[in-house]
């Protein structure tokens, strides 16, 4: 089982990023996928999470209007686009996989940093 983070990076504040997570090794389209982050002294925190079949997200107040979680279950994939970065939006973000009943899995995570 894998699940492996691309697309952090270096961004000033206002632009965007698109992240993604590409699973492989369980049935993608059964899991609930979602993006949490985890700031330097913080607690990980859930940022954004989608049904299997795509249905249903939900978000974190934080970034309500700005993120947009999507996946493609032929691809094995889901994507978080993340519009009008602020400073403290950086983070490291993981990918997680959950199902109920059944193991979940997390990602290594990628870092997106927001500065000037």
């Known amino acids: 089982v894998q699940l492996v983070e691309s697309g952090g990076g270096l961004v000033q504040p206002g632009g965007s990023l698109t992240l993604s997570c590409a699973a492989s090794?369980?049935?993608?389209?059964?899991?609930?996928m979602s993006w949490y982050r985890q700031a330097p002294g913080k607690e990980r925190e859930l940022v954004a999470q989608?049904?299997?079949?795509?249905?249903?997200?939900e978000y974190a107040d934080s970034v309500k209007g700005r993120f947009t979680i999507s996946r493609d279950n032929a691809k094995n994939t889901v994507y978080l686009q993340m519009n009008s970065l602020k400073a403290e939006d950086t983070a490291v973000y993981y990918c997680?996989?959950?199902?109920?009943?059944?193991?979940?899995?997390w990602g290594q995570g990628t870092q997106v940093t927001v500065s000037s």
């Open positions: 989608i049904t299997g079949a795509g249905g249903w997200s």
């Open positions: 090794g369980f049935t993608f389209s059964s899991y609930v």
């Open positions: 997680y996989a959950h199902r109920t009943y059944y193991r979940d899995y």
